[in-house]
């Protein structure tokens, strides 16, 4: 069984402070997503990734695939409030497209 | 359009009721999921449809059972829950073996 363990579980922060969540495991994925959830709204898909050591930027998040692809990160530089919400990495295997999900980050920026 | 539309947004039910939950999309994915999820949780796998046809099943109670009338839509039909099963029910899509785009969930509370 693939596990993926996701830190920390629980970030508040203040506004314009920088953070990064981890996405550890002992099991090489295929692929990693990460998804950001608000409230009662479905995960939104933010980045895959799926080259060992690959980075991606999207605007103020920048993302990261372990050279084994193992683990990934998520950086965010200068967090705002409309960065709050929970943040899920889920790692895919082959087949049928099933996805791992770490347990999630809820991140809370305030103002 | 990476769009996944989910009805209805809200559903109250009693345990001897009889609902179904609708789920849709037109991006040509022919892979359908339907996730559980709980509070501050990561949502859960229920099943697992491939070109319409079943394919996955996570030993979800019978009281759930899943429907897949063609390729664009995916019903989840309710009957006897307990109030436990009360969640954020989410749909999701993707091309077999790629990227699951989630929708915006029905939020189920069984009386």
């Known amino acids: 069984t693939q596990l993926l363990e996701q830190s920390p579980q629980f970030l508040s922060i203040q506004e314009g402070e920088n953070l990064t969540v981890y996405c550890n495991s002992s099991?090489?994925?295929?692929?990693l997503q990460w998804y950001r959830q608000e409230p009662g709204e479905g995960p939104v898909l933010l980045v895959t990734?799926?080259?060992?050591?690959e980075v991606k930027k999207l605007k103020r998040l920048t993302f990261q695939f372990g050279d084994a692809r193992k683990d990934s990160s998520l950086h965010i530089t200068a967090a705002q409030p409309g960065d709050t919400g929970l943040y899920l990495c889920?790692?895919?295997?082959?087949?049928?497209?099933?996805?791992?999900f770490g347990k999630g980050t809820m991140l809370l920026v305030s103002p | 359009d990476t769009e996944v539309t989910q009805t209805p947004k809200h559903l109250v039910m009693g345990m001897t009721n009889k609902k179904s939950l609708k789920c849709e999309q037109h991006?040509?994915?022919?892979?359908m999921y339907w996730y559980k999820q709980k509070a501050k949780k990561p949502p859960e796998l229920m099943f697992v449809y491939s070109y319409e046809k079943l394919s996955i099943n996570e030993s979800v109670p019978s009281r759930f059972s899943p429907e897949c009338p063609n390729s664009s839509l995916l019903n989840l039909h309710l009957h006897a829950l307990q109030p436990e099963d009360s969640a954020l029910y989410l749909c999701a899509s993707s091309h077999p073996g790629g990227l699951q785009y989630f929708g915006p969930g029905t939020r189920l509370t069984v009386t």
């Open positions: 099991s090489v994925f295929s692929s």
């Open positions: 889920a790692g895919g295997g082959s087949g049928y497209s099933t996805l791992t």
């Open positions: 991006m040509g994915h022919r892979a």
């Open positions: 990734v799926v080259t060992g050591g």
